[in-house]
């Protein structure tokens, strides 16, 4: 069992960065781990992701160049740091881990066991 906490969100400017974190309690190990957004009455966004040797990483087209995303299995944790925000990266984020085994697969929502409760972003223009 994994549990999913995460941390770093807040209000800034467009422009501004903010780095977001995620603590895992429970092994991660073998499991990608993603960020995905969402606003109210909108589908789960998918963000970014990593597999679990941190080898590959996956990014939406409208965040690629600006975020990075990073992870850090010995401390159990995953990272995205966002830079040159824009008022449209406003929404609640989310961690999730799951065993994916295809790369493919991983701006899927359902492929994700493990989830946590979410960060707001806001950013203001």
């Known amino acids: 069992q994994v549990q999913l906490v995460e941390s770093g969100g807040g209000l800034v400017q467009a422009g501004a960065s903010l780095r977001l974190s995620c603590a895992a309690s429970g092994r991660t190990f073998g499991y990608a781990m993603a960020w995905f957004r969402q606003t109210p009455g909108k589908a789960r966004e998918f963000v970014a992701a990593?597999?679990?040797?941190?080898?590959?990483?996956s990014y939406s087209d409208s965040v690629k160049g600006r975020f990075t995303i990073s992870r850090d299995d010995a401390k159990n944790t995953a990272s995205l740091q966002m830079n040159s925000l824009l008022p449209e990266d406003t929404a609640a984020y989310y961690c999730?881990?799951?065993?994916?085994?295809?790369?493919?697969?991983?701006?899927?929502?359902?492929?994700?066991?493990?989830w946590g409760q979410g960060t707001q972003v806001t950013v203001s223009s």
């Open positions: 990593i597999n679990w040797r941190a080898q590959i990483t």
């Open positions: 999730a881990a799951g065993g994916i085994r295809f790369t493919n697969n991983y701006p899927i929502p359902q492929e994700y066991e493990y």
